[in-house]
């Protein structure tokens, strides 16, 4: 069994800043892919940034240069660091983990979300 703890949602004014964490635990023999994804009201969850083993990354066009992710293998650990904070920006985020499980399994992890809120 895989656990996802996030932390680090609030509400910011716009222009502010904001840094999501998300740790996982439990019986993870390694991990493939992390990410973040948000979902807004009345809209699909989309990917905000991912970020590979090996250290590539990739972006939702809206926040290019302003997000960035990132990752501590030593704490299976991906942060979301978020600058520059929009009105729509606000959502609900959720980390995603692909874990490979002592058994050798593959299988995706999603946290419980954290809500984040960008007042105008």
């Known amino acids: 069994q895989v656990q996802l703890a996030e932390s680090g949602g609030g509400l910011v004014q716009a222009g502010g800043s904001l840094r999501l964490s998300c740790a996982a635990s439990?019986?993870?023999?390694?991990?493939?892919?992390m990410g973040w994804y948000r979902q807004a009201p009345g809209k699909q969850r989309e990917l905000v940034a991912g970020?590979?083993?090996?250290?590539?990354?990739t972006y939702a066009e809206s926040v290019k240069g302003r997000f960035t992710i990132s990752r501590d293998n030593a704490k299976n650990t991906v942060y979301l660091q978020m600058n520059s904070l929009k009105p729509e920006d606000t959502a609900v985020y959720y980390c995603?983990?692909?874990?490979?499980?002592?058994?050798?399994?593959?299988?995706?992890?999603w946290g419980q979300g954290t809500q984040v809120t960008v007042s105008s």
């Open positions: 439990g019986s993870i023999f390694s991990i493939n892919d």
């Open positions: 995603h983990v692909m874990v490979v499980l002592n058994s050798g399994r593959f299988v995706n992890y």
């Open positions: 970020i590979s083993s090996g250290g590539s990354t």
